[in-house]
């Protein structure tokens, strides 16, 4: 009946669980939002079988930001509140979080568009369909964004490589 919908829930489930928790914050808000988006496709899947990625992709951003909207504008948990790592004093652990910080001080749009440019490595126009912007928006989104993460990251990458000394 839904050809294909199988392969691609079972190609691309790990891929779209990555995105959406990077866009919620929350491992259990992640497997929500994709169980949602999931549910919606196969409900459309004739009309979006030939392009499933991007409806995918678009449809995790929306809902996300639905989310935002009705919270007043914030994610509903703080990124990593529910995944700790084990204390293990590796600098990994630490670069870790400190950019799930610095992507969490990030407004949603911006978060957004540097998680699907850089994170998923989507070109600028696939991202500029997802975020339902133009691709100069985009490029100013993920400009701002990175000069955010990186003020908020340069002290943590000096303690790192001090480390190494």
Sequence with gaps: MRDG????????????LRIAYLLTGDRHSAEDLVQEVLEQMYVKWRRI????????RRALVNRAANRWRRRGRRPEAPLGSHD????????HVVVRDAVLEALRALPSRQRAAVVLRYL????????????????????????????????ALVPVTTTADRGRS
Excluded: I, Q, W
């Design 5 to 16: 919908f199988d392969d691609f829930v079972r190609s691309r489930s790990t891929g779209l």
């Design 84 to 91: 700790v790592a084990a204390p293990d004093h590796s600098e």
């Design 49 to 56: 079988h030939s392009m499933p990625e991007a409806y995918a």
């Design 120 to 151: 998923e490595d989507l070109p600028v126009a696939e991202v500029a369909r997802a975020l339902d912007c133009s691709e100069g928006n985009v490029k100013s989104s993920v400009s701002r964004g990175l000069t955010r993460l990186r003020a």
